[in-house]
């Protein structure tokens, strides 16, 4: 081979690996600093008209932002109506549940916010708030209204949903904690319920068992690239831009250590994005009487509750008043 041929040749490989890495590093920002959604609806715009807007510090000190709904005060509202006048077809349709004494947590999913609109979460909340619970919906960081400018898959998001259970605390400290979490938002509440005694049941929707080991199989789905060689790569720059590792987020250990609580993983069967198979991981791990698992047909990722939402609604309602509905003082 002549030397200028081999010249070019280590000129164009060097040229690729640094083109290959540029690339990578992009994307790996993409992906931990997404665009925000904006808050474009509202409670009222769903019939909750009485709510209170929120801040609370996550654990490390971002201001979070969020909606409180509490049911004593939605049932005022609506008693006050009915003296009012309202009319007898809305009196008769809006029947008043006994208080829970609970609280009901929503963790969204990645890029979204506390909307999670394609449900939309305020649909959930209100039949919540009408089940008697009082409903929690805020924004995780890099999401919606809150603080922060990285995004990390549930990491510190941990940190994010235990000021979210901190302010419910100290807002309602009689109160059962239920958490309801999506995606990103259901592995985020596993783990922290798996570490926090406080969490009282759990409904994850859509969750990956473990991220190191679901990113390695389905980063294309993300980064519309090609697993080789960017797969490697991008989980190689990762750790170097968050200071921490996709292998810390590990739902399914947090599982085995949530022990006996009620546990109700959901998940679609036609999910393309996270496959149901890592529900089923997380349901193996957990194995125990009060863990049920729920595979939705013919559901894509986080679709469970579109498919059928008075369903839905009663099956995670079932759940909730078995364990979180019942006793005041848990």
């Not at 992009?26 to 474009?40: A, D, E, S, V």
């Not at 049941?201 to 199989?217: E, G, I, R």
């Not at 810390?248 to 947090?254: C, D, L, M, R, T």
């Amino acid at each position: 081979m002549s030397q200028p041929l081999l010249m070019f040749l280590v000129c164009f490989i060097f040229v690729l690996i640094v083109l290959l890495v540029v690339i990578s590093v992009y994307i790996g920002q993409k992906l931990l600093h997404p665009r925000r959604k904006p808050i474009t609806n509202y409670p009222e715009d769903y019939g909750l008209s009485v709510y209170d807007c929120i801040s609370f510090p996550s654990r490390d000190q971002l201001k979070m932002k969020g909606w409180y709904f509490s049911a004593a005060k939605h049932q005022e509202a609506h008693l006050k109506r009915m003296d009012e006048g309202a009319d007898m077809a809305t009196q008769e349709s809006q029947h008043v549940q006994p208080l829970k004494h609970a609280t009901i947590i929503v963790a969204h999913g990645y890029r979204q916010n506390r909307l999670e609109q394609h449900l939309p979460a305020l649909t959930l909340a209100k039949s919540f708030v009408e089940a008697g619970y009082d409903a929690i919906l805020f924004d995780f960081r890099n999401a919606g209204e809150s603080e922060g400018s990285l995004t990390t898959i549930g990491l510190y998001e941990q940190k994010d949903l235990l000021g979210a259970i901190d302010f419910a605390k100290k807002r309602a400290p009689g109160h059962s904690i239920g958490l309801i979490g999506f995606s990103m938002g259901a592995a985020t509440s596993l783990m922290v319920a798996g570490e926090d005694e406080r969490v009282n049941a759990v409904v994850a929707d859509c969750s990956f068992a473990l991220l190191s080991d679901y990113l390695s199989n389905n980063l294309p789905i993300w980064t519309r690239l090609p697993s080789f060689p960017f797969t490697s790569i991008i989980l190689t720059v990762i750790p170097i831009l968050v200071g921490a590792s996709p292998k810390q987020v590990k739902p399914i250990e947090a599982v085995k250590r949530y022990g006996s609580r009620p546990l109700l993983l959901i998940h679609g069967r036609e999910d393309k994005t996270i496959p149901y198979k890592e529900s089923e991981k997380l349901y193996e791990a957990a194995m125990h009487p009060e863990a049920e698992l729920w595979l939705v047909p013919e559901a894509d990722h986080v679709r469970c509750y579109t498919r059928d939402r008075e369903l839905y609604s009663r099956r995670v309602l079932q759940f909730f008043n078995r364990y979180v509905g019942e006793s005041p003082n848990k």
